[in-house]
């Protein structure tokens, strides 16, 4: 089984659809990651939790809504997105929330909005 | 704070020749620097990791970087060049003493894509 699992691989949603990204990786990690891949851009972080904590919100607008039930499971719910949201949304984990730790990820989302 | 400036966003080599992708980081203290590999419709692959031993690093799939700290550069290279190789590299920078929490987070660098020729 693969280290960090996300789904669905594909999405198509309309601008007013609510969806949801599922995360979940079998690596006893405690800290969880969302990115945003868009072409031409740098990755950029979204969230981050540590033990189910939301710790960092890198000032992602409110239509993005994380949760993270326990320590293996993060999701990214998506209500009322916009064009600019059609992207790859990616997860990844590391053992713990301290720097110099690599990050394990998964191989994404890739969001269509119409 | 951190950053990290890969030099090149597109490098094409042919298959048997040496492959150099370039990077240069600065950071406030000794940082750790990794290479990703990004393959099409894939999630990012670690391929190696510097964190403050030896300075030349051996990463999966014939890969090797050298941490510099005279030149700030962490450099991407393998002997020769095989046609799986092609797909985009990033490196990236963590700096150990940040005490914010954005501090303990990766920054990626834009990216270099990596073709291989025939």
């Known amino acids: 089984e693969t280290g960090v699992t996300q789904t669905p691989r594909h999405l198509v949603m309309g601008m007013t659809n609510k969806k949801s990204l599922k995360c979940e990786q079998h690596?006893?990690?405690?800290?969880m990651y969302w990115y945003k891949q868009s072409a031409k851009k740098p990755l950029e972080l979204m969230f981050v939790y540590s033990l189910e904590e939301r710790v960092e919100n890198n000032s992602v607008p409110s239509r993005f809504s994380p949760e993270c039930p326990n320590s293996s499971h993060l999701f990214l719910h998506l209500h009322t997105l916009q064009p600019e949201d059609s992207a790859l949304y990616l997860c990844?984990?590391?053992?713990?929330?301290?720097?110099?730790?690599?990050?394990?990820f998964g191989d994404g989302t890739r969001l269509s909005i119409l | 704070a951190q950053s990290v400036t890969q030099l090149d966003s597109h490098v094409s080599v042919s298959e048997g020749t040496p492959v150099l992708l370039r990077c240069n980081y600065s950071s406030s203290y000794s940082p750790s620097l990794f290479w990703y590999v990004q393959h099409p419709n894939k999630g990012l692959q670690l391929l190696l990791k510097y964190t403050s031993a030896a300075t030349l690093v051996k990463g999966i799939n014939g890969f090797e970087a050298e941490f510099k700290k005279s030149e700030t550069s962490f450099h991407l290279t393998k002997p020769s060049a095989h046609m799986s190789d092609a797909a985009e590299y990033f490196c990236v920078v963590s700096d150990p003493y940040g005490t914010s929490g954005s501090a303990r987070q990766l920054t990626f660098g834009s990216g270099t894509q990596l073709t291989v020729l025939p």
């Open positions: 990844a984990s590391s053992q713990a929330l301290v720097a110099g730790q690599p990050q394990h």
């Open positions: 690596l006893g990690h405690n800290a």
